[in-house]
Structure formats: structure tokens, C-alpha cells
């Protein structure tokens, strides 16, 4: 079984390399971009029967600094 | 004073906080490696150094904070042993929530490395009664990840209750309120970007992290 961790950051939290790719695509021309933040997609190939609340564990516990970074988790049944 | 300094895969300012410590104590500290369970008997204070432990994967600080002897370094802190985390230390130290807030990419994005005026906020700590309160002092930074930030309620609760120990007195790195250095809620365990154990003797070119480590002293062996 495999799931996705989406980490981003919370809203409000300066993203600087957010702002950087930002001014770069401004920088090639692209038009129209609004706003860019960066985050982070962790995948992961789990034991069947890993339970929700065990992914959420993880995040909580290490692949996520709640306090600056919120995550989402997209389980891939039968990936 | 008896002193443990924590090295990780990746720190590299593990022997200047060594040095540093040996110099003013005139002992020389326990080098304990980050997969030790524990902290040798009787250790009256521990530092975490610099570096990039595990090249900062993830985010700086965070794998090292999960490491096993981090987990005897927070029943220490708990039990009020002095705990200093210097630069990645403090990142460690945010990681591990023994202090709050986080460490950010910096605002620039650049790698600050450079000597920088701090104030010392609060000359009233462990780690701080050797300078007077508002004394500015130079301490050299190199970091990439010293924006500091918490949200405006804890960043209020940090400057009520003193817990800003050093302050930037110029633009550094994005950081709230400038804020180079804080305190946990006990007092005990310091964190800060800037490397006082890089300027303690003059052939440094600065003596002014020195009196850090001399004010931790003789508030220890007091």
C-alpha cells in the first residue's frame, strides 16, 4: 500500500522560496501568477493495513513541523 | 562544572564549543555520540553545537532531534539542567519543542555568514549574567535556516516574560522581531543562531561569546 504526504506551509507563514520561484517565472515572462508557495510531497510504500491514524502519527511525529507546516495525507489503495 | 557536548553526524562545531568549554572551565567536556541512550553520570550542563547534522534533511534539526540521545537531553532539560543549543543546536532544540517557534529558511535566502551586533535583552539568565542588560555585543552567524518564527501570541508571551535573550540589531535573516535568541519558560535551555564559542579569545578576533560561557560558570558553581 502507498500513501503521499502533502507538507505545506501554514497560511501566513513567510514562504521565501515561494517568493523566489515567484520572481523567477515573472522573471521568463509568465504573466498572471498570483502567488507561489513551496511545499513537500513524501511518499511512502507502507505494510497493508497501516492505519490512518499511524500515517498521522508519522506526520505529526516527524515529517511535519506542525508548528510552522500543515500536511495532508492521500492513501493509494492499490498502487 | 561538568559538561556533555552532543555530536551528530554532521556537526561541525562540536570541537569549538569543545575548546571553548575546556578554556573557561578548565575541564575538558563529554562528547556524546547522538546514538548513546544516555548522558554520563553528574553532567551539570549540555550543548548542542553546530553544524548540519544529517545534512538537513527534511527540515534542519529535525532527524537529529529524534535521535535517541535527544530523548535523555530532554529529561535533562526537564529536570533543569542547563541546555544550550547553538545555531543547528537551536534549530535541534525548536525540533525536539523544548523551545518554541521554528527556524526558516532565511528571509534572503542567502547563507548569512558574518559578525552581527546583538543586544542582550536579558542579563538575568543562567547563560546571560555575565553581560548587562542592553549591552550590545558582536558574535559572528553562518547559517541558512535562522528566520525565526512563532506566532504573534507566543512571540508576546516570549518578550512579557523575558525569554529574548538576544535580539538583532540589524537586518539578519527575517527573523520576528529580530529575535537572535530565546529562553524556555524554566530558564534553563537557551537557544540562539548567532556562535558565541567562535569569538573567546582574541586571536578569534573577538572575546565577546566568552562571557557566556564564564557567566554559566559561576551561575553553576554558585
Redesign the interface.
Known amino acids: 500500500m502507498k500513501a503521499r504526504v502533502f507538507v505545506t506551509l501554514k497560511p501566513g507563514v513567510l514562504d521565501p522560496q515561494g517568493k523566489a520561484i515567484h520572481h523567477a517565472l515573472e522573471g521568463l515572462g509568465f504573466a498572471g501568477v498570483n502567488d507561489v508557495r513551496a511545499g513537500k510531497l513524501i511518499e511512502l510504500d507502507l505494510a497493508d493495513g497501516t492505519s490512518d491514524s499511524d500515517i498521522e502519527d508519522m506526520c505529526r511525529k516527524l515529517l511535519a513541523n506542525t508548528v510552522i507546516e500543515n500536511f495532508r495525507i492521500e492513501r493509494l489503495e492499490h498502487a | 562544572m561538568k559538561s556533555a557536548v552532543i555530536v551528530f553526524p554532521g556537526s561541525n562545531c562540536d570541537r569549538d564549543l569543545a575548546v571553548a568549554l575546556e578554556q573557561v572551565t578548565g575541564r575538558k567536556p563529554e562528547m556524546v555520540w547522538h546514538k548513546d541512550a544516555d548522558l554520563p553520570e553528574g553532567i551539570d550542563f549540555i550543548g548542542i553545537p553546530g553544524g548540519f547534522s544529517y545534512g538537513d534533511y527534511?527540515?534542519s534539526g529535525?532527524m537529529a532531534a529524534?535521535s535517541p540521545i535527544m530523548r535523555a537531553v530532554k529529561d535533562a532539560a526537564d529536570r533543569g539542567v542547563p541546555t544550550i543549543g547553538i545555531c543547528n543546536g537551536f534549530q535541534v532544540l525548536?525540533?525536539t519543542g523544548l523551545l518554541?517557534?521554528?527556524l526558516?529558511?532565511?528571509?534572503?535566502?542567502s547563507f548569512v555568514c558574518r559578525p552581527v551586533s546583538l543586544k542582550v535583552e536579558n542579563s538575568q539568565s543562567l547563560f546571560t549574567s555575565g553581560y548587562e542588560t542592553g549591552q550590545t555585543i558582536t558574535v559572528p552567524v553562518a547559517h541558512h535556516d535562522g528566520?525565526y518564527?512563532?506566532d504573534e501570541a507566543t512571540l508576546d508571551r516570549l518578550e512579557a516574560e523575558g525569554r529574548v535573550a538576544f535580539r538583532y540589531l540589524e537586518e539578519v535573516n527575517?527573523s520576528a522581531r529580530r529575535i537572535a535568541g530565546i529562553l524556555n519558560d524554566t530558564g534553563n535551555v537557551l537557544g540562539l543562531m548567532p556562535h558565541p564559542e567562535r569569538v573567546i579569545e582574541a586571536a578569534h578576533g573577538g572575546t565577546d561569546g566568552r562571557r557566556l560561557f564564564e557567566g554559566l560558570l559561576e551561575t553553576v558553581a554558585a
Open positions: 527534511l527540515r529535525a529524534r525548536t525540533e518554541p517557534g521554528a526558516m529558511r532565511n528571509a534572503g535566502l528566520n518564527q512563532a527575517g
